[in-house]
């Protein structure tokens, strides 16, 4: 009985690994794709922000993808194209929450 956990954290194991080599195969395969629709600045800017915010890009990355694949954007996507969809979906370095302060 103690080697059926065992066997069983195995499987999970093995199962994790193979969602984690389809996910960096599905990521090399958006970067593939955004290398063409995207020109230099606006790629240079989304390899910038991903060393901030991962998880944003990813989402960003995925998006103009399928948006590319549905025609909504015409390749090549500029930086200030790039710039305002960062805007619109709360990403970019300027969308940061206001702090007020209120001393009593």
């Known amino acids: 009985m103690a080697e059926q956990p ?3 954290f195995q499987k999970l194991a093995a199962q994790q690994a193979q969602l984690q080599q389809e996910q960096a195969q ?3 395969q958006v970067r593939g794709i955004l ?3 995207l020109d230099k600045d606006a ?3 989304l390899n910038r922000l991903r060393l901030v915010k991962p998880d944003e890009v990813r989402d960003v990355s995925y998006r103009l ?3 590319v ?3 909504a954007f015409n390749p090549p996507v500029s930086d200030d194209q790039l710039v305002r969809m960062l805007d619109q979906l709360g990403v970019s370095n300027t969308a940061r929450p206001k702090i007020r302060i209120i001393r009593r």
């Open 65 to 67: 993808a399928e948006g």
């Open 6 to 8: 065992n066997g069983e």
């Open 69 to 71: 694949k549905r025609g």
């Open 43 to 45: 790629l240079d800017r």
């Open 26 to 28: 599905q990521d090399e």
């Open 35 to 37: 290398s063409r629709i």
